[in-house]
């Protein structure tokens, strides 16, 4: 009597299979809405034995009811971490993203068992939902950052309070290959260690680097400008192409040093392998100097080496549109250098690169 509550619930049961039984779907809604309304009034103060009374029921009538009563049903029980964990999991492994994201993404009674599970199972907009979730752990972002999207990928970069091992460190550095929102998310992350802030900044644009030495948060600041200062002494003749270059003479040797392998190299911003490429292909040319060349502010000098090392426009174009300066080459130029390509001859420039390194210079 003196906790009516106590009762309800448990008349809820007739009701409930008079419900399923009469067939009616909109009976079926409203003593959904009913079981629903009468938990959200008390469920605080119910024992576990009570809150299992209300799982049971709501588990067996969601089983019943289209989409969108499930989608809201998921929004009114999400913010709750007194929630029924019953009806919570069957609605976060629901295939309909609409069901299952507001509950993936905002509750707190899903453990990590049941997320990896998930994550591991559904498809992307599942992976995106739980991307957003508050303190992540490892477990599942390691499963996200193995199996995630772009788009994906990017929540969870943005999700500042997501945990990481080292794997999915790496991993998320990987992802941010070619992807310059990626790697501007992922360096003003302040738990990024520093390794992996060397090596993320090593792949960046300048343009990227640039940024992120502007607007990374103070603690970030100093240490992004000593990596950065690192690696423009490093672009400077005299670095060393040593592993490159091994890398490449070995290829050359299996006779795997083509177009496809030097524009792959592009792609991947794997450049000292590029300047190697141009050296071993021209006689063993300077590796610095095509190295300065590919760094350089003219595209057009670039055309020189590539033409007298045989190489085909497809390779040509990845270079010139994945080399590592500040801005990256418009339609126009680019357009225009596939014309200069194609006038160009081998014997030209065979010639114009023997006067470089007779000069030991190249013209600015």
């Given at each position: 009597m003196q906790h009516p509550v106590i009762q309800q619930p448990v008349s809820?049961?007739?009701?409930?299979e008079e419900a399923v039984r009469s067939g009616s779907s909109e009976r079926r809604v409203n003593t959904l809405r009913q079981v629903t309304d009468l938990f959200l009034l008390d469920g605080k103060r119910l024992n576990d034995e009570q809150v299992k009374v209300f799982d049971d029921v709501l588990c067996h009538l969601v089983a019943r009811v289209e989409t969108r009563i499930k989608a809201d049903l998921g929004e009114r029980l999400a913010p709750l971490d007194y929630a029924p964990t019953g009806v919570i999991e069957k609605l976060a492994w629901d295939d309909e993203?609409?069901?299952?994201?507001?509950?993936?993404?905002?509750?707190?009674?899903?453990?990590?068992?049941?997320?990896?599970?998930?994550?591991?199972?559904?498809?992307?907009?599942?992976?995106?939902?739980?991307?957003?979730?508050?303190?992540?752990?490892?477990?599942?972002?390691?499963?996200?950052?193995?199996?995630g999207e772009n788009r994906v990928i990017r929540r969870l970069a943005g999700n500042t309070s997501a945990q990481f091992s080292e794997a999915g460190y790496g991993g998320m550095v990987a992802h941010a290959e070619a992807d310059d929102e990626l790697t501007e998310m992922l360096g003003l992350r302040i738990d990024l260690p520093i390794k992996f802030l060397r090596d993320l900044l090593a792949r960046a644009t300048a343009a990227v680097r640039a940024r992120l030495a502007s607007i990374a948060p103070a603690e970030l600041q100093d240490e992004i400008r000593r990596i950065l200062k690192s690696i423009v002494d490093k672009v400077v003749p005299g670095r060393d192409f040593s592993q490159a270059e091994k890398v490449v003479r070995r290829m050359k040797g299996l006779n795997e040093l083509n177009d496809a392998a030097i524009a792959n190299f592009a792609e991947t911003k794997r450049f000292d392998e590029v300047a190697a490429s141009l050296s071993v292909l021209n006689n063993s040319a300077p590796i610095d100097m095509m190295a300065r060349l590919l760094e350089g502010t003219r595209a057009d000098l670039i055309l020189i080496p590539c033409k007298s090392a045989g190489l085909?426009?497809?390779?040509?174009?990845?270079?010139?549109?994945?080399?590592?300066?500040?801005?990256?080459?418009?339609?126009?130029?680019?357009?225009?250098?596939?014309?200069?390509?194609?006038?160009?001859s081998a014997e030209t420039a065979e010639r114009t690169l023997r006067f470089w390194l007779l000069h030991n210079k190249i013209e600015k």
């Open positions: 809820i049961i007739d009701e409930l993203i609409a069901v299952a994201g507001t509950v993936l993404t905002h509750s707190t009674v899903l453990t990590t068992g049941t997320l990896v599970a998930i994550a591991k199972a559904k498809g992307q907009d599942h992976l995106h939902a739980i991307s957003g979730r508050t303190n992540l752990p490892e477990a599942v972002t390691d499963v996200i950052v193995e199996r085909q426009w497809t390779a040509v174009e990845k270079i010139l549109c994945f080399r590592p300066v500040a801005h990256r080459i418009d339609k126009a130029t680019l357009q225009q250098a596939f014309k200069d390509y194609g006038k160009l």
